[in-house]
């Protein structure tokens, strides 16, 4: 499949969290596209699509190898590098990406300290700008939130030419799951979905992963106060359909 997309793959530099925030003018952008592992390092994978790729990069990445030399090793073992479109950042919050000569114009990367930005198909190359200039501009703010903002950049700078339909955000820390993993599918405005569901997430989601067992501690239970939130309906929970906060 051809994911004609524009993206973000990033550390936080505080913490070490990695993340990929995406959005895409076909479905599940977010169960095709960004592949990430803890500690390790976070990659996007579109144009037409080769997830294997990005499962390379990261095996490289683990063995030690540096994000230029990982990727262009994962893409000799391609036979159509021309197609692919990849970006991705080490543990260590360098970037690289590969824009191959037959990805959809307007096509192009960005990379910077701990981040490549990315995509194909797009409005014109002020997408990239506009994502690249977001993310530096929000530096104090958590990883969840630079990627929200550097996604809603390229949206309101024009996004995918074609229109849109799903966007996704995925963060890892130090556990093999995720932290965050969201995803908006067959969606009018899929990047503000996805705000507005990181919002939701943040207040109800957020809290019951961090009560989830680690592997280095003992697996406890969940506060009191995430358990009793979680056993109300959704709309009586904080950010529900029936808080105040988000009534007009």
């Given amino acids: 499949m051809e994911?004609?997309?524009?993206?973000?793959?990033?550390?936080?530099?505080?913490?070490?969290?990695?993340?990929?925030?995406?959005?895409?003018?076909?479905?599940?952008?977010?169960?095709?596209?960004?592949?990430l592992r803890a500690g390790i390092g976070a990659v996007t994978t579109q144009s037409w699509v080769n997830?294997?790729?990005?499962?390379?990069?990261?095996?490289?990445?683990?063995l030690g190898q540096v994000p230029d030399a990982a990727l262009a090793a994962a893409l000799a073992t391609d036979d159509r590098p021309d197609l692919r479109q990849l970006g991705l950042v080490d543990a260590h919050?360098?970037?690289?990406?590969?824009?191959?000569?037959?990805?959809?114009?307007?096509?192009?990367?960005?990379?910077?300290?701990?981040?490549?930005v990315q995509g194909n198909m797009l409005a014109g190359p002020g997408v990239l700008d506009a994502m690249a200039r977001a993310f530096a501009d929000a530096a104090a703010a958590d990883l969840d939130e630079r990627l929200m903002r550097a996604l809603e950049a390229g949206d309101a700078a024009g996004g995918d030419r074609r229109g849109k339909q799903s966007a996704a955000l995925r963060i890892v820390a130090g556990e093999d799951y995720p932290l965050l993993d969201l995803r908006v599918d067959e969606h009018a405005v899929p990047v503000a979905e996805l705000r507005?569901?990181?919002?939701?997430?943040?207040?109800?989601?957020v809290p019951f992963v961090a009560?989830?067992?680690?592997?280095?501690?003992?697996a406890g239970a969940l506060p009191d106060a995430v358990v009793a939130m979680l056993l109300k309906p959704p709309a009586e929970r904080p950010g529900g359909a029936r808080d105040p906060a988000r009534e007009p």
């Fill in 211 to 218: 009560g989830m067992p680690r592997k280095d501690g003992p």
């Fill in 196 to 205: 507005r569901v990181l919002e939701v997430a943040r207040r109800q989601l």
């Fill in 51 to 62: 997830p294997y790729l990005a499962a390379r990069i990261l095996d490289r990445l683990a």
């Fill in 93 to 116: 919050g360098t970037g690289a990406a590969w824009t191959g000569a037959g990805c959809t114009a307007a096509a192009g990367h960005r990379t910077g300290a701990d981040y490549a």
């Fill in 3 to 35: 994911l004609n997309t524009f993206s973000i793959a990033a550390r936080c530099p505080r913490t070490g969290q990695l993340g990929v925030a995406v959005a895409s003018a076909v479905p599940a952008v977010g169960g095709l596209c960004p592949y």
